[in-house]
């Protein structure tokens, strides 16, 4: 069997328009009443989980084809957002990828649809029914394991850094770039970066899959 392990990092949009910035706006406001954050900080969390306000910075990808335990990486950051994704959904289309199963964390919550939805934005094609079959409680095409983990609840789950850290797998936070200063690193130019910061979090992610393949698969 072939596996895909994927990661993705997102960045605010520059380009919105008047009347979503004013979404922003509220929404903003609402968070910093509700959670006592920054409003800097809830401002940039809004943009970047969002594929409303948001967009795809880069993704980071790992095959893995436990038949001969084979493994490939790649990172595709390019340019422009729509160049990453036409990249992308050229690897997810092609016939290689047709029959791989695709592991992540929290990919089912998060990094699947804001990928379908920012291609939809494009029109980009996407002809792999497995990618977009997102049907919950099952692992026939996605193996999700922040669910997997969680039993399906988002009220158990914990974050990436807690569930390595839990099974004794290097943290993946470690590093010249975090979350929040991704963007910057790309502004400024420093792509390895970028690219070694979304490669720690896929190498966690399959680090843990080797701890749990065994209970899912």
Not at 41 to 51: D, F, G, H, Q, Y
Not at 125 to 154: C, G, P, V
Request: proline share 3%.
């Amino acid at each position: 069997m072939t596996y895909l392990i994927l990661d993705i990092e997102t960045v605010p949009r520059k380009d919105l328009p008047f009347e979503l910035e004013e979404a922003i706006k509220k929404k903003t406001e609402k968070r910093v009443e509700t959670t006592g954050s920054e409003p800097a900080e809830a401002e940039s969390l809004i943009r970047s989980v969002s594929p409303f306000f948001g967009q795809v910075l880069c993704i980071g990808l790992r095959w893995y084809d436990d038949y001969n335990s084979s493994i490939k990486d790649r990172v595709i950051c390019e340019k422009t957002e729509e160049e990453t994704l036409q990249k992308f959904f050229e690897v997810i289309n092609h016939s290689s990828t047709q029959r791989a199963k695709f592991v992540h964390y929290n990919g089912l919550g998060f990094d699947i649809p804001f990928l379908i939805i920012r291609a939809a934005h494009y029109g980009i094609e996407i002809n792999n029914s497995s990618f977009k079959n997102l049907r919950r409680f099952s692992f026939q095409t996605h193996i999700d394991l922040m669910m997997f983990l969680a039993s399906w609840s988002n009220y158990n789950a914990v974050s990436l850094d807690i569930a390595c850290q839990s099974f004794g797998i290097p943290s993946p936070k470690q590093g010249e770039v975090k979350g929040n200063t991704v963007a910057k690193a790309f502004d400024d130019g420093n792509i390895q970066a970028v690219e070694e910061y979304v490669m720690r979090d896929v190498e966690a992610t399959f680090k843990l899959f080797e701890k749990l393949k065994q209970y899912i698969v």
